[in-house]
């Protein structure tokens, strides 16, 4: 077990459907970064992943990376492209952080390493690169419901302000996997992963914990 003192991390890392070519791109990027221990990647399509295509993302990352015992790993998620198997615990994980990510999603390896650097101090909040804002929809509010209305970047960008944090790149402790699958009531689950994938952990780990979620612009 690697202690998180030492900077070690685990890349989790989500595909999208037919789309190798950026996930072993992405894969061999992250590897090449000094903190990563581990690429675990979640497959998220139908077919299974060809051993051709095993083959080169342990190519391609162990050309990269800087630690020789660096493991590749994927998981498949049973078909149909749900987001919700990224947060299934990951067997064998030897770190306490995770940074989540999209297989098109490329973060410097500085700006990892400054985020990581960031979420130590905090370890049981999120720290990431995405940020989005969600409001009270007022008109509802008004008509006896209490609703929340989500808004994308350019609503951060233009309010100057965040409120959420989400999981497509994003660090986050280890111990927020088992308690999506053990302890988060199965109607959010299924709310969240058909409507927002992305919001799951933000929604898992503020209801635990409620702890600021902090977006690393490094």
């Known amino acids: 077990m690697y202690d998180i003192i030492h900077a070690?991390?685990?890349?989790?890392?989500?595909?999208?459907?037919?789309r190798n070519s950026p996930l072993k791109r992405t894969a061999a990027h992250y590897a090449s970064c000094a903190g990563?221990?581990?690429i675990h990647i979640v497959w998220s399509e139908i077919e299974p992943p060809s051993e051709r295509l095993r083959?080169?993302?342990?190519r391609a990352v162990r050309s990269k990376s800087w630690r020789a015992d660096i493991r590749v790993e994927i998981r498949e998620n049973g078909g149909?492209?749900?987001?919700?198997?990224?947060?299934?615990?990951?067997?064998?994980?030897r770190t306490d952080a995770i940074f989540s990510v999209d297989d098109g999603v490329i973060v410097p390896c500085s700006s990892l390493e400054f985020a990581f650097s960031v979420w130590k101090t905090a370890p049981l909040t999120m720290v990431g690169f995405v940020p989005r804002m969600h409001w009270l929809d007022l008109d509802l509010l008004k008509s006896g419901g209490v609703y929340h209305r989500y808004g994308g970047w350019l609503s951060v960008w233009w309010m100057g302000s965040y409120s959420m944090v989400l999981s497509k790149?994003?660090?986050f402790h280890k111990k927020y996997l088992d308690l999506y699958t053990n302890e988060m009531p199965s109607p959010m689950q299924d709310y969240l992963a058909r409507e927002r994938q992305a919001l799951i952990?933000?929604?898992?780990?503020?209801?635990?914990?409620?702890?600021?979620?902090?977006?690393?612009?490094?």
Not at 55 to 58: Q, R, S, V
Not at 80 to 93: A, C, L, Y
């Open 55 to 58: 083959t080169d993302l342990d």
């Open 80 to 93: 149909g492209g749900g987001g919700s198997g990224r947060f299934k615990p990951i067997d064998g994980v």
């Open 201 to 218: 952990s933000h929604h898992l780990i503020d209801s635990h914990d409620s702890l600021l979620k902090l977006f690393s612009a490094s």
């Open 8 to 18: 070690f991390s685990t890349i989790h890392l989500f595909n999208t459907w037919r």
């Open 169 to 171: 790149a994003a660090f």
């Open 36 to 38: 990563a221990g581990a």
